[in-house]
């Protein structure tokens, strides 16, 4: 399966904030952050690793052994601007878990092979 192209302009006006130094206000991160999971969740579909990025959203995703009780045990957490990064090609998967930007538990929990997701920058986007 090909990459998901994701166009949204608040992917684009949270990467444009985050560039210039700004957070990006909180409903347009939130939307970034959850477009960028929900495209993560679309091109590894599955239940056994879960992705945190608080206090935005969480998906499970990854084929593999399925969770559904208590704290499961391939989990992937990190800051919302590292997610962004990390999904748009900003920061690389080893750099980032080198660097203590996104904790990692579990022996699934490597999102290399699937990241950066593929980006469409929206043509309304500034």
Request: glycine letters at 6%; charged letters at 25%.
């Amino acid at each position: 399966m090909s990459s998901p192209y994701i166009k949204s302009a608040a992917v684009a006006a949270a990467l444009t904030a985050l560039d210039e130094g700004r957070t990006p206000d909180r409903p347009v991160y939130r939307e970034a952050v959850r477009t960028l999971l929900t495209a993560l969740a679309e091109r590894a579909p599955g239940r056994s690793v879960e992705v945190r990025v608080p206090p935005y959203g969480a998906v499970q995703c990854v084929p593999g052994p399925r969770h559904t009780r208590g704290t499961p045990p391939n989990v992937v957490e990190m800051a919302p601007a590292v997610w962004l990064a990390l999904a748009t090609g900003r920061l690389s998967w080893a750099d980032a878990v080198t660097d203590g930007r996104v904790r990692v538990s579990g022996n699934r929990a490597d999102l290399s092979e699937h990241l950066p997701l593929e980006l469409e920058r929206d043509d309304r986007a500034p």
